[in-house]
């Protein structure tokens, strides 16, 4: 199985980054489709369309691909080795955050979908930042390797 894996690890980094790419559109995206749903009338046509658009980011391609995400990632640290590198313990560290942020954003979707927001655009405009700032930390850490 392990010949298996490392004759094939350029497929499996192959398909990490295009998880890791789809996870990150989602978590860019759905915090923007909130910030406009803020601006429509609960139970109006508007924000019932932006509930199936959110409904449907985050359980067809955001929750896949973070799946896919933590499978690979993992997947790859063994088959290289790369367990003991102080810049993967990192990484690993600002990926949890990630997924926090992830999580976060479902519970704010299910405020939206029983029309309970209470939430601001401008907070949503602000928790659009975050994953763009780990997503910068993160492809510091795997292209520099600074430690």
Do not use: C, Q
């Amino acid at each position: 199985m392990t010949m298996f894996l490392s004759d094939n690890i350029l497929w499996i980094e192959a398909f990490h980054v295009i998880a890791v790419i789809a996870w990150m559109a989602g978590l860019l995206y759905l915090p923007r489709l909130f910030v406009y749903h803020t601006e429509t009338v609960p139970g109006s046509v508007e924000s019932e369309r932006f509930k199936v658009m959110e409904r449907r980011l985050l359980r067809g391609i955001m929750n896949p691909a973070m799946v896919a995400v933590w499978i690979l990632g993992p997947l790859l640290a063994w088959i290289t080795g790369a367990w003991e590198d102080g810049w993967l313990h990192a990484k690993f560290a600002l990926v949890l955050i990630l997924t926090f942020v992830h999580h976060l954003l479902g519970v704010w979707r299910k405020d939206f979908e029983r029309d309970a927001n209470t939430r601001t655009a401008r907070f949503y405009r602000i928790w659009n930042e975050v994953p763009t700032l780990l997503m910068v930390a993160i492809v510091i850490l795997v292209v520099v390797k600074p430690f």
